[in-house]
């Protein structure tokens, strides 16, 4: 049996990304968060693993992380920091105190942490465009893939490709930018696309619910929602948007007309891939998060709803049987789903290392 690959977990928040890690394969010795709860949810999951909660702009944060590398001779680093970074260039007073902050380029700091150890494998990833921004270097504005290759083509392959999730066995449609850097003489190939998962398949099994109910089912229980916006929905056929009804549309507490894009209290569509799940998928007026429902006797629609939290994580990844910190809010829960590379698709890329 081959030796497990150490691992350290940069930006870890609570941990979903890496809740299918092969654990014969990969072990996290270490990772680092700033937010505590999310650090505590993370720890929750992985209690063997040593949780450094702060800053990593804290130069005694970011020594304690090198020491760990080097004194276990960790191999992988996986980093999932937040997308700052300059879409656009224009100087400007504004823009020169956010470049001097280097809270603002937190991808930096893992850049100097590579520079700093030994790692055969380093995974990035985040939101696809982070691969379009640009960041100061040295006087200069780059993007991240050249700053990369400036400093680590001699030593490392660079790869970069943006993967969809709902490609690689999670039915959910989510792009995210992959970057994988590993040592040269190494091998790491990428996964193979598969079959797409509907929406029906994934959750069409699991019983209609009201707002407000519970079917007994763990996790499948539906929030309350707000009877105007529910009236609404239920006059709102899969695919649509209830913005665009002509009579049933989203109103106020006064009446009036609520206004909104054309992907908002939107149903989704049974046939497809769930939309991308946010940190705002809790809300029934946000982006795309609305149940397809079922077509009632009279006309009207049944489920005038968010996905329930096991709905989200089956169209997630996440194991149905997952238990959180009793502390978790529904809240909380929904927002390190949204904040995270689903699961399965993080698993089908770190199950290849070596391969």
């Not at 191999?75 to 400007?92: D, Y």
């Not at 200069?140 to 970069?160: A, C, H, P, Q, T």
Request: proline share 6%; hydrophobic share 35%.
């Amino acid at each position: 049996m081959s030796e497990k690959i150490k691992a350290i977990s940069l930006f870890s928040s609570a941990g979903i990304g890496e809740l299918l890690l092969p654990k014969d394969k990969i072990e996290v010795v270490a990772a680092n968060e700033l937010l505590k709860a999310r650090a505590d949810c993370y720890s929750f999951f992985n209690p063997s693993t040593e949780m450094l909660c702060g800053d990593i702009t804290d130069t005694n944060i970011k020594n304690k992380i090198i020491n760990i590398a080097k004194s276990n001779d960790v191999k992988l680093l996986i980093a999932t920091p937040p997308c700052q970074g300059l879409s656009t260039l224009g100087k400007n007073k504004g823009q020169l105190q956010y470049e001097n902050d280097r809270r603002n380029f937190l991808i930096l700091e893992v850049v100097e942490i590579i520079e700093q150890c030994d790692f055969d494998y380093v995974l990035i990833e985040n939101v696809p465009k982070f691969i379009e921004m640009y960041f100061p270097d040295n006087g200069e504005y780059k993007k991240l893939e050249e700053i990369l290759r400036e400093k680590f083509s001699d030593r490392y392959n660079i790869d970069i490709r943006v993967l969809n999730a709902k490609d690689y066995g999670v039915a959910q449609s989510r792009p995210r930018a992959i970057i994988k850097i590993w040592k040269k003489g190494l091998v790491w190939s990428w996964p193979v696309a598969e079959k797409e998962i509907t929406l029906r398949e994934a959750i069409g099994h699991l019983p209609s619910l009201e707002p407000g109910e519970d079917s007994g089912i763990p996790w499948h229980y539906a929030k309350p929602q707000n009877e105007r916006a529910v009236l609404a929905m239920r006059h709102t056929a899969p695919g649509k948007s209830a913005i665009a009804n002509e009579v049933y549309y989203p109103k106020k507490e006064d009446g009036t007309r609520i206004k909104g894009f054309h992907n908002t209290f939107k149903r989704m569509t049974w046939d497809q891939p769930c939309p991308a799940r946010t940190t705002y998928c809790g809300s029934i007026s946000s982006h795309n998060n609305v149940h397809p429902g079922y077509l009632q006797p009279d006309g009207t629609y049944s489920d005038p709803r968010v996905l329930t939290l096991l709905e989200t994580f089956i169209v997630s990844s996440i194991p149905e049987d997952i238990r959180f910190p009793k502390d978790a809010s529904d809240t909380f829960i929904r927002t390190v789903i949204g904040e995270a590379i689903p699961p399965r698709l993080m698993e089908r890329i770190v199950e290849l290392i070596g391969k």
